[in-house]
Antibody
Framework: QVQLVQSGAEVKKPGASVKVSCKAS????????MHWVRQAPGQGLEWMGL????????SYAQKFQGRVTMTRDTSTSTVYMELSSLRSEDTAVYYC??????????????WGQGTLVTVSS | QSVLTQPPSASGTPGQRVTISCSGT????????VNWYQQLPGTAPKLLIY???QRPSGVPDRFSGSKSGTSASLAISGLQSEDEADYYC???????????FGGGTKLTVL
């Protein structure tokens, strides 16, 4: 069965960076796309971007351009999301979510359990 | 402020039918399909409806979706206590070149 297992909670100071991992299993890693979605406490969902595990190409939401980097390691079927220059507004649960299509036809059919990132001085 | 607009809350009694609306623009809902996600308290979102009105395997047929113009709706019939959750609509936005979500609707089963 498809599983996405994320790394544990993080506490970071303002200005620091955080790197969250998402390990995939139960399907062929390079045949899908991996998206990242975050949810601030008590708030809605916000799409951050995606990575194509096969070639490593990325597409980021305009809001996060220049601050987010998504990478992958095909040898371990793991994708990573690194967010830099953290501020308090980045405190959120970060989810990875799989999609089998690109763009408008995609549907996020499996989600990781979420990683809480807390930014506090 | 979310790009797609949903009512913040909805409610119904067991057995009732409730609908949740999602309003967008010509660059998102007006030109692309809509997905719906259900988020139970303390859990990750789950795909509920895709391509406007398709249900993934395992989703009861009590859940249905529709789209007209720049708006979409999620209907839940035969409401059950376990349907109490947050519901989000989502669509690709051609102008932003990315996915946008509604602000979410908290469904309470009275």
């Amino acid at each position: 069965q498809v599983q996405l297992v994320q790394s544990g909670a993080e506490v970071k100071k303002p200005g620091a960076s955080v790197k969250v991992s998402c390990k995939a299993s139960g399907y062929t890693f390079t045949t899908s796309y991996m998206h990242w979605v975050r949810q601030a406490p008590g708030q809605g969902l916000e799409w951050m971007g995606l990575i194509t595990p096969s070639g490593g190409s990325t597409s980021y939401a305009q809001k996060f351009q220049g601050r987010v980097t998504m990478t992958r390691d095909t040898s371990t079927s793991t994708v990573y999301m690194e967010l830099s220059s953290l501020r308090s507004e980045d405190t959120a649960v970060y989810y990875c979510a799989r999609a089998q299509d690109w763009g408008w036809s995609a549907k996020f059919d499996y989600w990781g359990q979420g990683t809480l990132v807390t930014v506090s001085s | 402020q979310s790009v797609l607009t949903q009512p913040p809350s909805a409610s119904g009694t067991p057995g009732q039918r409730v609908t949740i609306s999602c309003s967008g623009t010509s660059s998102n809902i007006g030109s692309n399909t809509v997905n719906w996600y259900q988020q139970l308290p303390g859990t990750a979102p789950k795909l509920l409806i895709y391509s406007n009105n398709q249900r993934p395997s395992g989703v009861p047929d009590r859940f249905s979706g529709s789209k007209s113009g720049t708006s979409a709706s999620l209907a839940i019939s035969g409401l059950q206590s376990e349907d109490e959750a947050d519901y989000y609509c989502a669509a690709w936005d051609d102008s932003l070149n990315g996915w946008v979500f509604g602000g979410g609707t908290k469904l309470t089963v009275l």
